[in-house]
């Protein structure tokens, strides 16, 4: 061994600032693209098991310790429909009266939702993208394919569509459209009126897995001038093979796309969604959650995809669930009704098509304040903490006592 390193301590220390030591050699070291520990290991996060505060909006988050100064964190956020259904009006405008449709060069027209804890990426967890979409008459985007697993939740009433892998999708308020990862789609309308969807990804998380790519490159389109697809089997196809619940049919193959296990139920209709909810409300219900059901692949019965995990719940008039936290992300839709949620401290007033997130960790419940009932559809990443075992949820009472959930 070298022996400047063997050297002795000398028995009385020499006084020398070693910090500034130290600094100085990584001012020199900083070209060679690595670090001298100079300081302790700043925590990100309290234990799960301390209160970890967060009961404030992200400004304390952050103020509280919770958040190092050089992290990114997700925070509470609201987007209502009031502020951004005029933005989506302005560009269905500019998509019909300009010379050329801003899909020709943007690819989408489209709102991303941006979360301010974020540093100005375009997601809204760490792990989700979100997405307005708005298509007018004549609109089509050609068909691709791409590694990310996305939907689309219908909030018109009716008018356009979605081809994944031939099966034609015509879009209902409330439905959602599903296009695992490696199946190839198109989008479109038909119809006489703008429609508008909210698109969800698991976009960020696979960027950061280094494993996100799109092909453009629809092979049917090297032969013809066609960029979409052939209809191969006509709307409702989805529902027809697996829309009688607990019902497998044993005569077709179940996969799409590339992926593993993929939900091979592509479009799920909203009135089924709605009609399934109020059939159990008269039910218990979860205390947190109300009347909720989870979307689920009819074959393996496990979440849809393997990152996201699709629910729906019924809020029957004046409920108010109890507060609960979970090691997930949340993104929630207002499909009916009015009421509030609070986030981590902050109190979202929301009405029909408002979006909110409820970051990963914090409490949250929600309150139904209307005559009648209110249903929220929700997109997590539980599915994808619960596969690599971090899933944990724990409720709170109404004398502050802790409960594991799961724990
Ligand atoms: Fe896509």
Avoid at 276 to 285: D, I, P
Avoid at 377 to 395: C, E, F, H, K, N
Wanted: glycine content about 8%; some cysteine.
């Amino acid at each position: 061994m070298d022996a400047v390193l063997t050297k002795p301590r000398p028995a009385v220390r020499p006084r020398v600032n070693a910090r500034e030591l130290m600094e100085k050699l990584n001012a020199d070291a900083a070209k060679l693209n690595f670090w001298l520990r100079t300081e302790m290991n700043a925590p990100s996060q309290r234990a799960w098991f301390t209160d970890t505060g967060g009961q404030t909006g992200g400004g304390e988050l952050l103020k509280g310790g919770r958040v190092s100064a050089n992290q990114l964190k997700a925070v509470p956020c609201h987007w209502r429909w009031k502020d951004y259904g005029p933005y989506l009006e302005r560009i269905s405008r500019i998509a019909a009266e300009a010379d050329i449709s801003p899909i020709k060069f943007a690819d989408r027209q489209s709102i991303l939702l941006v979360n301010p804890g974020l540093g100005g990426r375009l997601q809204i967890t760490s792990t989700m993208r979100t997405a307005i979409s708005v298509y007018v008459p004549r609109d089509k985007a050609p068909a691709h394919i791409h590694s990310a697993n996305a939907s689309r939740t219908i909030l018109t009433d009716k008018g356009g569509y979605t081809n994944v892998e031939g099966e034609r999708c015509e879009c209902r308020r409330g439905d959602i459209i599903w296009t695992p990862n490696g199946t190839w789609h198109d989008h479109g309308n038909d119809d006489d009126e703008p429609v508008m969807w909210i698109d969800m990804l698991d976009w960020p998380l696979l960027e950061y897995l280094d494993s996100a790519w799109v092909d453009l490159d629809y092979p049917a389109a090297a032969h013809t001038e066609e960029t979409v697809q052939r209809t191969v089997h006509t709307d409702g196809y989805s529902t027809r093979l697996y829309g009688a619940g607990g019902l497998k049919p044993t005569f077709v193959s179940h996969q799409r796309g590339w992926g593993n296990d993929p939900t091979p139920m592509i479009h799920f209709r909203g009135v089924d969604v709605r009609e399934a909810l109020e059939r159990l409300k008269n039910e218990a219900g979860d205390p947190y959650e109300g009347i909720a059901m989870q979307f689920v692949n009819p074959v393996t019965g496990r979440s849809i995809y393997p990152t996201m995990d699709y629910r729906a719940q019924l809020l029957r008039a004046g409920e108010a669930t109890q507060y609960k936290r979970e090691t997930a992300n949340t993104c929630v839709i207002v499909m009916e009704g009015e009421g509030f949620s609070e986030v981590g401290g902050e109190r979202f007033d929301w009405n029909r098509n408002d979006v909110m997130v409820m970051p990963n960790f914090l409490w949250r419940r929600h309150v139904n304040t209307g005559k009648s009932p209110a249903v929220l559809y929700t997109v997590s990443d539980a599915a994808l903490m619960r596969s690599i075992g971090q899933y944990r949820a724990q409720g709170k009472l109404a004398d502050g006592t802790v409960t594991q959930i799961v724990a």
